[in-house]
């Protein structure tokens, strides 16, 4: 494992949770008998997730507090967005794969803030 995704594993895991999330929506979206084939509301949980991902992955990259928390709100906006759209939906796993994002978000940021007070005492 690379030392960016050892030092991260929140965001790992809510970069995972966005990918599972776009597979299924994307199951559900192509896949006949789904009870939302071809719906927009299928279509926008896909491009949810596919943005969670994007921002899951700048996660990484960003080094800035204020970018950081910026990121922060936008991705807990957009999980808890896309898990109201699946549960809409009636695509469980989609809101699933959301709570699991959540917790990775939740660990990123209690890392984070652990890893600001070792280097700040």
Do not use: E
Not at 13 to 42: D, E, M
């Amino acid at each position: 494992m690379s030392p960016s995704l050892s030092s991260r594993p929140g965001a790992f895991v809510l970069l995972i949770a966005s990918l599972a999330g776009l597979a299924i929506a994307l199951y559900a979206y192509f896949t006949p008998l789904t009870g939302v084939t071809g719906t927009l509301g299928a279509l926008v949980a896909i491009v949810a997730c596919l943005a969670l991902a994007v921002m899951a992955l700048l996660l990484f990259k960003v080094k800035r507090r204020g970018a950081s928390i910026v990121l922060r709100i936008l991705i807990l906006m957009g999980l808890a967005g896309t898990f109201f759209a699946g549960m809409l939906l009636h695509q469980w796993w989609i809101s699933a794969a959301m709570v699991v994002g959540l917790i990775g978000l939740i660990v990123d940021m209690v890392r984070a803030t652990h890893h600001a007070r070792l280097t700040h005492t």
